[in-house]
């Protein structure tokens, strides 16, 4: 398969999966894609980080990988990958823009490849996923990267394969930059040990990583329930 057959598969899978006649659906994807509704969980991660690292150097460490997360996932592309590659984005794109279900005026900027959301979010799912090593906070933190990619082909902004590479990217970026945390964590304290039903095998205590989990899910709930209401009135 060529290129160009492959760009009009990305093209026919992202008619496919974009837009519906559902309200509730155009609501909940709209919600989720949205940056806000993500504070709490943003907050909860800063919160776990807070109670299981004993110095404001521990913590800064953690945290600015985090944002190198954020810098190299999304603003590498949204500042250089984008301008270079000039993809057009499926609600701009000359030839399917007027085939592609705009979902409340909402259209993005003019070049979707790749996705920043799909990236960042990824990013910051595999680093805790690995900081953290709970496997109920890796699949619940990779479920939210992955719901995130979803409401940005339904709302039309981005095509699958815009989607994908930013997932691989951001992916890459997220193991690096938990390598080089690793790194400098057993340079400056050498290598943690934890055996203990209440622990991680990182030192994250279970129940804070609950609180994340907690969180996660009670937004979970919020969106739907804002959702419902919305698509009700």
């Not at 590498?76 to 823009?97: A, Y």
């Not at 005026?105 to 709970?134: C, D, E, M, P, Q």
């Not at 992916?171 to 622990?199: D, E, H, M, N």
């Amino acid at each position: 398969m060529n290129l160009d057959s492959l760009i009009q598969l990305d093209k026919e899978i992202l008619l496919a999966m974009n837009g519906s006649n559902s309200l509730f659906l155009d609501g909940l994807a709209t919600t989720l894609t949205a940056a806000s509704t993500w504070i709490p969980l943003y907050v909860a991660l800063f919160y776990l980080v807070i109670k299981n690292n004993e110095t404001v150097k521990q913590i800064l460490i953690v945290v600015g990988c985090a944002a190198a997360c954020v810098i190299l996932a999304g603003t590498v592309d949204d500042s250089i990958v984008k301008p270079m590659v000039s993809r057009w984005r499926p609600t701009h794109d000359p030839q399917i823009g007027m085939l592609v279900d705009v979902v409340n005026g909402y259209r993005g900027g003019k070049y979707g490849f790749f996705s920043a959301h799909a990236a960042n979010t990824f990013s910051i799912a595999v680093f805790f996923s690995i900081l953290v090593r709970s496997r109920v906070l890796t699949v619940a933190l990779v479920g939210w990267s992955l719901v995130n990619c979803w409401t940005r082909v339904y709302l039309g902004v981005h095509y699958p394969g815009d989607i994908l590479c930013g997932l691989l990217w951001g992916g890459l970026v997220g193991g690096l930059v938990a390598y080089v945390y690793f790194r400098i964590q057993r340079s400056l304290y050498g290598k943690p040990s934890f055996i203990s039903t209440q622990f991680t095998p990182t030192g994250y205590q279970l129940e804070d990583v609950s609180v994340v989990i907690s969180v996660l899910a009670f937004t979970l709930v919020y969106v739907l329930v804002r959702t419902c209401v919305i698509a009700l009135c």
